[in-house]
């Protein structure tokens, strides 16, 4: 069988790897990716999911923007306390306070970095900053100095790179390497770059600017004409050695570069790019689908890498090539990339142990507790439907991740349906542990169950959108329910499964009102400025 290219051994050429090649990978999930519209993680959330993030190895974790709330201060300052290998980075913009609360922050840190911010293009200047050039050069070292004296580790970024004159972007990356910035990242901030023209940008600044070939240039790519793997993948071709990227590519607007497209392209395509990361591939997938079920973001059926279709083949032609030869089809196999092929050997009889390891085929590593009631789930479904696929493990696992710390919970559901309305619904939540109870009526028993989690919960929210599709075929498959509900500007998305397609109607608009709460609790100081 002919192996694919990213599951070869090493040849002895590549266990010669120069330190100059390696790529590394900052990863703003919880920084830029949380700063997507209906995007929100607890505290625990963001622990968990900065664990996971530093057994893949990734090499500094943007834990936040500890200016922003006192939430996003103590998320950075936890992570800080609990991550011993990869870097704690905390944003800051160019102002003292800025700086000192993300000193602050990453104070119990290992190793810790300051990333400070400043916008350099005519547009932004103009209209935003309303400042000069000898203005920003002027802020550029003050803040960067000030970041430097307070921790060993600083990184700048050139807001809006692509937009800015070259010529004054090179007096930008001047200023702020003389201040003491180890790291420059030139963002492609509103995705407006060409692959071409993005590396050229770094070429420009290497040849150009005394001193950037002693320090890390990095890319931080939007996804607004889709281009930000492609753009990174350049700026790596560039001269830049690091890329930052976000869990399943979420962030503001269209997104951010996604870690598992860049970071896979640079796995197979050794032969084009020749440059390497430190992550630990197997992991990708398990991140992934914590990623999203924290976010109540769903990954697209075709994602890249870590999409349900993936690694599918339904054509005849290609299961014919697939069955003769893996490599005919499969640039890569699903087991690099920690994504296993779905099998029914799971139902009703199945115990603990053999539970725990089809979990860990899935890409999961729980805690006791939540494997016993990840386990209990399970058995409560297998008791439901004849097969337990897969895809339905991943659902009820995902469906426990992202409602485990909710504040309301549902408890309790009985609806009356049928051709003769209206149609009622009786509903029991806990709020903080407090039993709630109410009826509604509405306009079809979805209506009527949202009118009734209203009246128990009262809140001005507006539902936007409200999506179901089953998790596997027939009639027992379970239900996957998003809902998107909007309040004074904020979005929260929620999500949800259950084998009742009401309950996870439910419990999708339950857990979308509890991300809208943690939402309301963060709250940045500057939307255009917290981003780049």
């Known amino acids: 069988m002919t192996v694919s290219p990213a599951d070869q051994a090493p040849s002895a050429n590549d266990t010669v790897r120069k330190e100059s090649d390696r790529v590394i990978v900052f990863d703003t999930t919880m920084r830029d990716?949380?700063?997507?519209?209906?995007?929100?993680?607890?505290?625990d959330e963001k622990l968990e999911l900065a664990k996971i993030l530093e057994e893949m190895r990734v090499d500094v974790i943007e834990a936040g923007f500890p200016i922003a709330s006192n939430g996003d201060f103590e998320a950075v300052r936890r992570i800080s306390e609990i991550v011993t290998e990869s870097t704690v980075c905390g944003l800051a913009r160019a102002g003292v306070a800025d700086i000192e609360r993300a000193a602050e922050a990453i104070r119990p840190a290992k190793r810790g970095r300051i990333h400070t911010f400043l916008s350099t293009s005519p547009s932004h200047r103009d209209h935003i900053l309303r400042a000069?050039?000898?203005?920003?050069?002027?802020?550029?070292?003050?803040?960067?100095?000030?970041?430097?004296?307070?921790?060993?580790?600083?990184?700048?970024?050139?807001?809006?790179?692509?937009?800015?004159?070259?010529?004054?972007?090179r007096r930008c990356v001047d200023a702020a390497i003389k201040a003491g910035a180890g790291t420059v990242n030139l963002p492609d901030t509103v995705g407006y770059s060409y692959p071409s023209e993005y590396a050229d940008i770094f070429r420009d600044i290497l040849e150009n600017v005394d001193g950037a070939d002693r320090i890390i240039?990095?890319?931080?790519?939007?996804?607004?004409?889709?281009?930000?793997?492609a753009n990174s993948l350049a700026g790596v071709q560039g001269g830049a050695r690091q890329v930052e990227v976000a869990m399943n590519g979420i962030g503001e607007r269209a997104g951010n570069a996604a870690l598992e497209e860049v970071v896979m392209a640079l796995k197979v395509r050794g032969d084009q790019l020749p440059y390497f990361t430190n992550i630990e591939t197997q992991h990708i997938t398990r991140a992934s689908r914590y990623t999203?079920?924290?976010?109540?973001?769903?990954?697209?059926?075709?994602?890249?890498?870590?999409?349900?279709?993936?690694?599918?083949?339904?054509?005849?032609?290609?299961q014919d090539g697939m069955l003769k030869d893996r490599g005919t089809?499969?640039?890569?196999?699903?087991?690099?990339?920690?994504?296993?092929?779905?099998?029914?050997?799971?139902?009703?009889?199945?115990?603990r142990a053999g539970f725990r390891e089809k979990l860990k085929e899935l890409g999961y590593e729980l805690?006791?507790?939540?494997?016993?009631?990840?386990?209990?789930?399970?058995?409560?479904?297998?008791?439901?439907?004849?097969?337990?696929?897969?895809?339905?493990?991943?659902?009820?696992?995902?469906?426990?991740?992202?409602?485990?710390?909710?504040?309301?919970?549902?408890?309790?559901?009985?609806?009356?349906?049928?051709?003769?309305?209206?149609?009622?619904?009786?509903?029991?939540?806990?709020?903080?542990?407090?039993?709630?109870?109410?009826?509604?009526?509405?306009?079809?028993?979805?209506?009527?169950?949202?009118?009734?989690?209203?009246?128990?919960v009262p809140h001005t929210a507006i539902l936007r959108l409200f999506q179901v599709h089953a998790v596997t075929e027939g009639t027992d498959a379970q239900a996957q329910v998003s809902v998107r509900l909007e309040e004074d500007g904020r979005i929260a998305t929620g999500q949800a499964a259950d084998t009742d397609t009401l309950t996870a109607s439910a419990k999708a608009y339950v857990?979308?009102?509890?991300?809208?709460?943690?939402?309301?609790?963060?709250?940045?100081?500057?939307?255009?400025?917290?981003?780049?």
């Open 33 to 43: 990716g949380e700063q997507s519209p209906g995007a929100s993680m607890s505290l």
């Open 132 to 169: 000069s050039q000898e203005d920003i050069l002027e802020m550029i070292t003050k803040s960067v100095t000030h970041a430097r004296n307070l921790c060993g580790d600083v990184e700048w970024s050139a807001q809006d790179a692509t937009r800015t004159e070259q010529d004054f972007l």
């Open 217 to 229: 240039l990095s890319t931080h790519c939007h996804n607004d004409l889709g281009l930000a793997v």
């Open 292 to 318: 999203s079920a924290i976010t109540g973001f769903p990954v697209q059926f075709n994602k890249a890498i870590v999409g349900k279709n993936a690694f599918a083949h339904e054509s005849g032609i290609h």
């Open 329 to 351: 089809y499969e640039i890569m196999s699903p087991e690099t990339v920690g994504q296993g092929a779905s099998n029914l050997v799971m139902g009703k009889h199945a115990g």
């Open 367 to 456: 805690g006791q507790n939540a494997l016993n009631e990840a386990f209990q789930r399970f058995k409560d479904l297998a008791d439901k439907k004849k097969h337990v696929f897969d895809d339905d493990i991943i659902a009820l696992v995902d469906d426990a991740l992202a409602s485990g710390a909710d504040r309301i919970q549902v408890k309790h559901l009985r609806v009356v349906a049928g051709t003769e309305g209206p149609q009622q619904a009786e509903l029991t939540v806990t709020v903080d542990g407090v039993e709630k109870s109410g009826a509604a009526t509405g306009d079809g028993p979805v209506d009527a169950v949202f009118n009734a989690i209203h009246q128990v």
């Open 511 to 532: 857990n979308a009102l509890n991300n809208l709460l943690v939402r309301k609790e963060k709250s940045a100081p500057d939307a255009i400025a917290s981003g780049f």
